[in-house]
């Protein structure tokens, strides 16, 4: 009856069973475990009317004009730029740290210097990784570096993954560079924000389509096999010779066969408060304070309209195997294993994988789309 079968109906499936519907005009079965569609970017109107992501607060943003354009197909957008503020010294600065910032945190004479410098040293416009000014030669600036790295960046960073920012791939904390301008948004790219009625009224848009039948409430290997040794797939106990693209956990495909890629966990408060407004940016950071990293509010960043609003607050924790897998964590050893998976997978030749689990990449909405929207082109 199908041709393809995708498992998770998060954006990564989502993207691939609309386009084999719509473009390959083929039948898509999506097998999905929990009991909504939307992955991660799951969003609902609460009791309160407010809508919030059940997962944590979605921005989207891109600098291509090819993702915007295909999403915007199927949603009208909340046009709105992220704004960050931390807690820094009993103050509250813009987040990526910037030359507003520093003029914020330091006397007039003290900033104006450390600007200048910044300016002369890596030009107006640029950004530096913390670790990176870490090394400059420069006391003034190494003095700016150690402030922000211990005041930032060390705190937040062991209460979010446990580990100091260097035994982290460089590239989770390159996310929040240093910028060099007095731009305070957080993400720099042309197009920005989030689908106007929510993410999850955007996916059932992208669903709805003859061709494409979703199974909610149902792990795949309820109703899927694969056969390791013959590489055979069942559905429903039955041959299937179509394609699986599989957006799941990487290591559960193979039954953990080289051991488990571990994940950071999220626990997320969600609090009503009785008045418009609880803070002034759509998120607050505490690096220093509490046992949270940040407090979202959920109006700043949909735009709604209610005398009551909802908070998040994000406390990081282990992930254990069942539990949600919300951050892949990219160590050296963690990747080795994956990459043994993956040489693993080049042996399936009717499984397609792609998506934040199934590559095991710290993949933003864009990215998961980019690679799937790639994985489409290239031909399935
Ligand atoms: P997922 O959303 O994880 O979807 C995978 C799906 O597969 C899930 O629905 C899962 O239930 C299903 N599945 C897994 N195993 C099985 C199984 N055995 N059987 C059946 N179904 C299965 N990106 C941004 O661009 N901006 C942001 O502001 C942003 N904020 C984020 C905040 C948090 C807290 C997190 C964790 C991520 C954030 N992201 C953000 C990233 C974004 O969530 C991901 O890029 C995107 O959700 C990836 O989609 P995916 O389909 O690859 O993975
Ligand atoms: N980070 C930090 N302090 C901040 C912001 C970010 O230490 O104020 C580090 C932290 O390690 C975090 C990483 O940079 O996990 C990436 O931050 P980002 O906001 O991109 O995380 P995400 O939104 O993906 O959870």
């Known amino acids: 009856m199908f041709d393809y079968v995708v498992v998770g109906a998060g954006l990564s499936g989502v993207v691939m069973a609309e386009r084999i519907a719509s473009q390959l005009k083929k039948r898509v079965l999506i097998i999905e475990r929990r009991e909504h569609v939307g992955g991660n970017t799951y969003d609902y109107y609460n009791e309160d009317g407010i809508l919030v992501s059940r997962y944590g607060p979605h921005v989207f943003h891109t ?21 960050v503020l931390g807690h820094v010294d009993g103050n509250l600065v813009p987040i990526p740290f910037n030359l507003n910032s520093i003029k914020i945190l330091f006397p007039k004479p003290v900033a104006e210097k450390l600007s200048s410098k910044l300016i002369n040293f890596f030009g107006y416009g640029n950004k530096v990784h913390v670790l990176e000014l870490k090394e400059t030669k420069d006391e ?8 922000v790295y211990d005041k930032v960046f060390l705190n937040f960073t062991h209460k979010q993954w446990g580990l100091r920012p260097e035994e982290l791939d460089v590239s989770i904390t390159g996310r929040v560079p240093i910028y060099i301008s007095y731009d305070d948004r957080y ?8 689908p106007k009625f929510g993410y999850a009224r955007m996916i059932k ?8 039948k979703l199974m909610l409430n149902t792990d795949y290997r309820e109703v899927l096999t694969v056969n390791h040794l013959t590489k055979q797939i069942k559905l429903f106990g039955q041959p299937f010779e179509g394609k699986l693209i599989y957006t799941g956990k990487i290591d559960e495909l193979f039954d953990f ?31 220093n304070e ?3 990293t940040r407090v979202s509010e959920m109006k700043r960043i949909t735009g709604q309209k209610s005398n009551v609003t909802t908070i998040i607050r994000e406390f990081p924790k282990d992930c254990n ?15 080795e294993k994956f990459n043994q998976y993956k040489e693993k997978a080049k042996d399936y030749p009717n499984i397609i994988l792609t998506g934040r689990l199934a590559d095991y990449k710290y993949y933003d909405m864009h990215a998961s789309i980019l690679m799937a929207l790639d994985k489409f082109k290239k031909g399935l």
């Open 290 to 292: 509490y046992e949270f």
């Open 321 to 335: 195997r069942n539990d949600i897998p919300y951050y892949p964590i990219p160590q050296q050893e963690n990747i």
């Open 140 to 147: 003034d600036l190494k003095f700016l570096a150690d402030y």
């Open 63 to 83: 600098k291509l004009k090819e993702i915007w354009g295909y999403l915007s197909q199927f949603t009208e957008w909340h046009h709105y730029q992220h704004k």
């Open 187 to 194: 993400f720099k790219d042309e197009f920005q924000g989030v």
């Open 205 to 212: 848009n992208m669903l709805n389509h003859n061709n494409i």
């Open 257 to 287: 066969c080289f051991g488990e890629l571990p994940y950071r966990g999220l626990e997320l408060k969600f609090e009503t408060v009785n008045r418009e407004f609880y803070q002034e940016a759509g998120t607050i950071h505490f690096s």
